[in-house]
């Protein structure tokens, strides 16, 4: 999945901390996401800049006008598939304002119904998305794991590892059922057979979680 690397986009909205595997990496700043990156080099600067009030003097910054179709975050994931990533680690997209926060929910369910992996850190958690397929969690992960279905209707679930497991089950997105599991000290995974899952679980060490996309 992540063959050419990762590519990182860091968001205006808050994040516990940023931490970037430099390795086959690729870094957008989406608007008031370049003052969130501090001392990290941004290969690319995109967005309307009514967060950041100002348009930075970096050697790739893309304008974009204030009226537009697509959020900032989401520009900057375009430009990421036009340099060819197909894995995308999101910061600075949870909590804040709730509109944005689904916006970039659905924005990492479209890359999943495309063939791409997106992953949101923020809030404590880790957000992503599955469809038609199935994702390991973390084998040492320990916490709340939560699963959705984004489509209205996710069929063949599977819930393996888990404190409370599924089996060839109808996930509806009408039905919190999926909410507030729990990690067993074991490897869990999470599939469907038919629609997009949306995973969340909680994480506190973002490296550990960055260096395995690194790893597969």
């Given at each position: 999945?992540?063959?050419?690397?990762?590519?990182?986009?860091?968001?205006?909205?808050?994040?516990?901390?940023?931490?970037?595997?430099?390795?086959?990496s690729?870094?957008?700043?989406?608007?008031?996401?370049?003052?969130?990156?501090?001392?990290?080099?941004?290969?690319?600067?995109?967005?309307?800049?009514?967060?950041?009030?100002?348009?930075?003097?970096?050697?790739?910054?893309?304008?974009?006008?204030?009226?537009?179709?697509?959020?900032?975050?989401?520009?900057?994931?375009?430009?990421?598939?036009?340099?060819?990533?197909?894995?995308?680690?999101?910061?600075?997209?949870?909590?804040?304002r709730?509109?944005?926060?689904?916006?970039?929910?659905?924005?990492?369910?479209?890359?999943?119904?495309?063939?791409?992996?997106?992953?949101?850190i923020?809030?404590?958690?880790?957000?992503?998305?599955?469809?038609?397929?199935?994702?390991?969690?973390?084998?040492?992960?320990?916490?709340?794991?939560?699963?959705?279905?984004?489509?209205?209707?996710?069929?063949?679930?599977?819930?393996?590892?888990?404190?409370?497991?599924?089996?060839n089950?109808?996930?509806?997105?009408?039905?919190?059922l999926?909410?507030?599991?729990?990690?067993?000290?074991?490897?869990?995974?999470v599939?469907?057979?038919?629609?997009?899952?949306?995973?969340?679980?909680?994480?506190?060490?973002?490296?550990?979680?960055?260096?395995?996309?690194?790893?597969?």
């Open positions: 999945m992540c063959d050419k690397g990762v590519c990182y986009i860091v968001g205006a909205g808050d994040t516990e901390g940023i931490y970037i595997n430099r390795e086959d690729f870094v957008i700043a989406a608007d008031g996401g370049f003052e969130r990156l501090g001392d990290i080099a941004a290969d690319i600067v995109v967005g309307d800049f009514d967060s950041l009030g100002f348009i930075p003097k970096q050697k790739e910054t893309v304008v974009l006008p204030e009226e537009k179709d697509d959020t900032d975050t989401a520009y900057a994931v375009s430009l990421g598939i036009e340099k060819g990533f197909k894995t995308f680690v999101i910061y600075g997209g949870m909590g804040g709730p509109d944005h926060t689904l916006a970039n929910i659905s924005l990492i369910a479209d890359l999943s119904a495309r063939g791409y992996r997106g992953y949101l923020g809030e404590g958690f880790v957000t992503t998305a599955v469809t038609n397929g199935e994702i390991k969690l973390p084998v040492n992960a320990d916490g709340t794991v939560s699963v959705f279905a984004f489509s209205d209707k996710c069929e063949g679930v599977n819930i393996e590892g888990l404190k409370y497991t599924l089996h089950y109808t996930l509806r997105s009408n039905r919190a999926g909410v507030s599991n729990a990690f067993i000290g074991q490897g869990a995974t599939s469907s057979k038919n629609g997009t899952l949306i995973v969340m679980w909680q994480e506190y060490d973002i490296k550990k979680v960055i260096d395995n996309l690194k790893n597969k």
